[in-house]
T-cell receptor, first 110, second 112 residues
Framework: NAGVTQTPKFQVLKTGQSMTLQCAQD?????MSWYRQDPGMGLRLIHY???????DQGEVPNGYNVSRSTTEDFPLRLLSAAPSQTSVYFC?????????FGQGTRLTVV | GENVEQHPSTLSVQEGDSAVIKCTYS??????FPWYKQELGKRPQLIID?????GEKKDQRIAVTLNKTAKHFSLHITETQPEDSAVYFC???????????FGAGTILRVKS
């Protein structure tokens, strides 16, 4: 049982490049979310999903897209990376109470 | 939408002392309040949670209290140990949906 798996763990992008952060869970959880973590700002919600085919914006959605075609997968897309998107990104899943986090992706945009 | 404020941002205590972290929330419809611990370089992990129909919950050295009227909740750690050193996050979630909103975090340092 892998839980929540994020890939990659580390990534360096140039400004303007695009990329997709992958997130997969094997716990059959309905709810999945993406957060970014910046020093002194806690975990800020980017996008979330309450089930396959349903997504909604969180606190800081600009510059990010998501889709939820299956229960297991919830990828986060950066269409045109900016230095302000340098952060640690966490994916989480839950069935209603405890949220389980992936190991995080440290993204640097130069 | 929901807004969660957390204080203090940093907290240093001597080993064996107690530590208290406080959070306030804005949305009276929130009904679930978890606390997460994040060790350096690791992912956040749930340590304790409380629902709005309960005023206090304990688990060994940690406890959480909730005051719905004042819309604040607190984490209490007794007999602190060096391994309690970490970042602690409070969070709140509304009754409908599953949008979990976090506080900014508290860096707890336990000095031995």
């Amino acid at each position: 049982n892998a839980g929540v798996t994020q890939t990659p763990k580390f990534q360096v992008l140039k400004t303007g490049q695009s990329m997709t952060l992958q997130c997969a869970q094997d716990m059959n959880h309905e709810y999945m979310s993406w957060y970014r973590q910046d020093p002194g700002m806690g975990l800020r919600l980017i996008h979330y999903s309450v089930g396959a085919g349903i997504t909604d914006q969180g606190e800081v959605p600009n510059g990010y897209n998501v889709s939820r075609s299956t229960t297991e997968d919830f990828p986060l897309r950066l269409l045109s990376a900016a230095p302000s998107q340098t952060s640690v990104y966490f994916c989480a899943s839950s069935r209603g109470t405890e949220a389980f986090f992936g190991q995080g992706t440290r993204l640097t945009v130069v | 939408g929901e807004n969660v404020e957390q204080h203090p941002s940093t907290l240093s205590v001597q080993e064996g002392d107690s530590a208290v972290i406080k959070c306030t929330y804005s949305d009276s419809a929130s009904n679930y309040f978890p606390w997460y611990k994040q060790e350096l370089g690791k992912r956040p992990q749930l340590i304790i949670d409380i629902r709005s129909n309960v005023g206090e919950k304990k688990d060994q050295r940690i406890a959480v209290t909730l005051n719905k009227t004042a819309k604040h909740f607190s984490l209490h750690i007794t007999e602190t140990q060096p391994e309690d050193s970490a970042v602690y996050f409070c969070a709140a979630r509304r009754a409908e949906g599953n949008k979990l909103v976090f506080g900014a975090g508290t860096i707890l340092r336990v000095k031995s």
